[in-house]
C-alpha cells in the first residue's frame, strides 16, 4: 500500500527546535520530490519546503526561509524537516506528501506542533 506517514510533532516552547519526519511507502516507490505544508487553526494550508529527490534541490517559504531545513535519506525513502527558532504562528498541522514519477501524489495525516508563546 502506498502511503506517507508523519512522525515528530509535540509542544515546543518559542524560540525551540523540532524535527520532524515522513516516511513514504512502499521503499520500492519511486518518487519525484517530497514536501511539507502546514495548516494553522481557521487557515488554509501553506506550503512550507520542498525537495527535489533527485537532485536534492529544495525551496522554502519566505516565511521559514533561514529557521527551516529540508533534508532526505533516498536509501529509507524518508524526508525531515528541521525546524528551529520557532514561532507561536508556526503552531499547525505539519502534512507530508509524496510526489511519485508515476501515479497519484500522496498526502500523509499530518503531525501536530505547538509552539507555546
Known amino acids: 500500500q502506498e502511503q506517507v506517514v508523519e512522525s515528530g510533532g509535540g509542544l515546543v516552547e518559542a524560540g525551540g527546535s523540532l524535527r520532524l519526519s515522513c516516511v513514504a511507502s512502499p521503499r520500492s516507490l519511486s518518487i519525484a520530490d517530497m514536501a511539507w505544508s502546514r495548516q494553522a487553526p481557521g487557515k488554509e494550508r501553506e506550503f512550507v519546503a520542498r525537495i527535489n529527490w533527485i537532485s536534492g534541490s529544495t525551496n522554502y517559504a519566505d516565511d521559514v526561509k533561514g529557521r527551516f531545513t529540508i533534508s532526505k535519506d533516498n536509501a529509507k525513502n524518508t524526508v525531515f524537516l528541521d525546524m528551529k527558532s520557532l514561532k507561536p504562528e508556526g503552531t499547525a498541522i505539519y502534512y507530508c506528501?509524496?510526489?511519485?514519477?508515476?501515479?497519484?501524489?500522496?498526502w500523509g495525516q499530518g503531525t501536530q506542533v505547538t509552539v507555546s508563546s
Open positions: 506528501n509524496a510526489r511519485p514519477l508515476v501515479g497519484r501524489e500522496m
